[in-house]
């Protein structure tokens, strides 16, 4: 069976850097920093108290009041990112045939904020009474469901939970339903909003989080030995998916060709990376046979980089060791110094970035390391693109995420040519 060509024809995102995708790739090539004190809840008595949040974001610029009242956050955040990437895409057309077109959607945790005020209003000595949409809000799939129902989509549709690998996943699951010709396009991405009481609370009760609250905006510093846990982050990224001869056939502009998927498992802790990268080396190893490609071919990797202390040299002692000397050829970065870490979204939003960077000749930069704070167990003589973004050509770009829970996850992209 002959295998069909996977392009990108449409992109959305709502993130900490802005609520369209062009404030979004504005703030990552200009190294903003999308961090400040949470305004969500008091943090005040937390160990954390800043995060990356999605700002002045309006529910009903996307959908009506009554609707919106039946959607968590990360719903909402995940269909204001779904209708700028469709519009974008040109997919409303009702000359498609909706039959074809599917969504995979992710999140990691889900309607975590809804979870909490059901579980918070509950009185024992009342009785139980809880909202009917409460289970329709709170479930990890039902963003999926609300992008399908809005605009009729009748293809595979449903949500991949595999942490913050999840929407790498979802990438992945959308690629092969259509290069196996079970599917002409398919919207995919993911969304969350875990910026929440228990959301921070619980990863602060792991130390997972930075607690750098004196400088927020500097907190997230990928590979700089003063790192001390991810920022936490939230929002929305969208891709249309199509198969190429059906994006030619309707004109559909062409982004750029997804050509490899790659997934592994660490098999190691619940939390943890593989100290030695295993898990990582595996999937970028899939990830490039999946693509038919050597290591030499990919220009620029958009790292996991989650700013943690055992992360970070694990995912460079991987790179290493997969790409050999070619390693010193590549731009490395971590958008996640900017964005924070948006979980389960997070490898939709950097296989948008390496996307663009791969369109527009330009790599994101890994912001906030300072000359001098260097990891003895960091090689820096890679090129970490710290500071500031670097012009180049880039033929080919890869994307890691790494889930707790051991789950890896990979996405190759490529310039489209014909």
Same mark, same amino acid.
């Given at each position: 069976?002959?295998?069909?060509?996977?392009?990108?024809?449409?992109?959305?995102?709502?993130?900490?850097?802005?609520?369209?995708?062009?404030?979004?790739?504005?703030?990552?090539?200009?190294?903003?920093?999308?961090?400040?004190?949470?305004?969500?809840?008091?943090?005040?008595?937390?160990?954390?108290?800043?995060?990356?949040?999605?700002?002045?974001?309006?529910?009903?610029?996307?959908?009506?009041?009554?609707?919106?009242?039946?959607?968590?956050?990360?719903?909402?955040?995940?269909?204001?990112?779904?209708?700028?990437?469709?519009?974008? =895409? #040109?997919?409303?057309? +009702?000359?498609? !045939?909706?039959? @074809?077109? &599917?969504?995979?959607? $992710?999140?990691?945790? /889900? *309607?975590?904020?809804?979870?909490?005020?059901?579980?918070?209003?509950?009185?024992?000595?009342?009785?139980?009474?809880?909202?009917?949409?409460?289970?329709?809000?709170?479930?990890?799939?039902?963003?999926?469901?609300?992008?399908?129902?809005?605009?009729?989509?009748?293809?595979?549709?449903?949500?991949?939970?595999?942490?913050?690998?999840?929407? =790498? #996943?979802?990438?992945? +699951?959308?690629? !092969?339903?259509? @290069?196996? &010709?079970?599917?002409? $396009?398919?919207?995919? /991405? *993911?969304?969350?909003?875990?910026?929440?009481?228990?959301?921070?609370?619980?990863?602060?009760?792991?130390?997972?989080?930075?607690?750098?609250?004196?400088?927020?905006?500097?907190?997230?510093?990928?590979?700089?030995?003063?790192?001390?846990?991810?920022?936490?982050?939230?929002?929305?990224?969208?891709?249309?998916?199509?198969?190429?001869?059906?994006?030619?056939?309707?004109?559909?502009?062409?982004?750029?060709?997804?050509? &490899?998927?790659?997934?592994?498992?660490?098999?190691?802790?619940?939390?943890?990376?593989?100290?030695?990268?295993?898990?990582?080396?595996?999937?970028?190893?899939?990830?490039?046979?999946?693509?038919?490609?050597?290591?030499?071919?990919?220009?620029?990797?958009?790292?996991?980089?989650?700013?943690?202390?055992?992360?970070?040299?694990?995912?460079?002692?991987?790179?290493?060791?997969?790409?050999?000397?070619?390693?010193?050829?590549?731009?490395?970065?971590?958008?996640?110094?900017?964005?924070?870490?948006?979980?389960?979204?997070?490898?939709?939003?950097?296989?948008?970035?390496?996307?663009?960077?791969?369109?527009?000749?330009?790599?994101?930069?890994?912001?906030?390391?300072?000359?001098?704070?260097?990891?003895?167990?960091?090689?820096?003589?890679?090129?970490?693109?710290?500071?500031?973004?670097?012009?180049?050509?880039?033929?080919?770009?890869?994307?890691?995420?790494?889930?707790?829970?051991?789950?890896?996850?990979?996405?190759?992209?490529?310039?489209?040519?014909?």
């Amino acid at each position: 069976m002959e295998l069909k060509r996977v392009v990108v024809t449409g992109l959305g995102a709502i993130t900490p850097l802005g609520n369209t995708l062009s404030e979004t790739w504005e703030g990552l090539i200009n190294g903003k920093s999308g961090a400040g004190p949470i305004t969500h809840f008091d943090a005040s008595n937390f160990k954390t108290q800043f995060a990356c949040e999605v700002k002045n974001f309006d529910p009903m610029q996307i959908m009506d009041r009554k609707e919106a009242r039946k959607c968590d956050r990360y719903t909402l955040l995940g269909i204001a990112a779904a209708k700028e990437a469709i519009a974008d =895409s #040109n997919l409303e057309n +009702d000359e498609i !045939n909706k039959d @074809r077109v &599917g969504v995979i959607f $992710a999140s990691g945790i /889900g *309607g975590i904020q809804t979870f909490e005020d059901e579980a918070r209003g509950y009185n024992p000595e009342r009785g139980p009474r809880f909202n009917p949409f409460f289970i329709p809000k709170m479930i990890s799939d039902i963003a999926a469901g609300h992008i399908s129902m809005m605009y009729g989509y009748r293809g595979p549709n449903f949500a991949t939970v595999s942490a913050c690998a999840s929407s =790498s #996943n979802a990438i992945g +699951d959308a690629f !092969n339903y259509i @290069r196996l &010709g079970k599917a002409d $396009a398919i919207v995919t /991405g *993911g969304a969350e909003a875990a910026i929440a009481i228990v959301g921070v609370g619980g990863f602060n009760a792991m130390n997972a989080l930075s607690v750098r609250n004196d400088s927020p905006e500097t907190a997230s510093r990928p590979f700089s030995a003063s790192r001390d846990g991810f920022v936490m982050g939230e929002g929305g990224a969208c891709l249309v998916l199509e198969e190429m001869e059906h994006a030619l056939a309707r004109g559909a502009k062409i982004y750029a060709e997804i050509v &490899g998927t790659g997934m592994s498992a660490d098999a190691y802790h619940l939390t943890a990376s593989h100290p030695d990268g295993l898990g990582a080396k595996l999937v970028m190893r899939n990830a490039l046979e999946d693509a038919e490609m050597s290591p030499g071919e990919i220009d620029y990797i958009n790292v996991h980089g989650t700013s943690t202390p055992v992360g970070d040299p694990s995912e460079v002692k991987a790179i290493k060791e997969v790409f050999g000397e070619h390693a010193y050829n590549l731009n490395i970065s971590s958008t996640k110094s900017m964005t924070g870490h948006l979980l389960g979204a997070a490898g939709a939003l950097e296989a948008i970035a390496c996307i663009l960077a791969v369109k527009e000749g330009v790599i994101p930069p890994t912001i906030n390391h300072e000359e001098g704070d260097n990891d003895p167990e960091i090689d820096y003589k890679l090129n970490f693109t710290f500071n500031k973004a670097q012009k180049r050509e880039i033929n080919a770009a890869l994307s890691n995420t790494f889930g707790f829970g051991g789950h890896n996850a990979c996405v190759i992209v490529k310039k489209f040519v014909k």
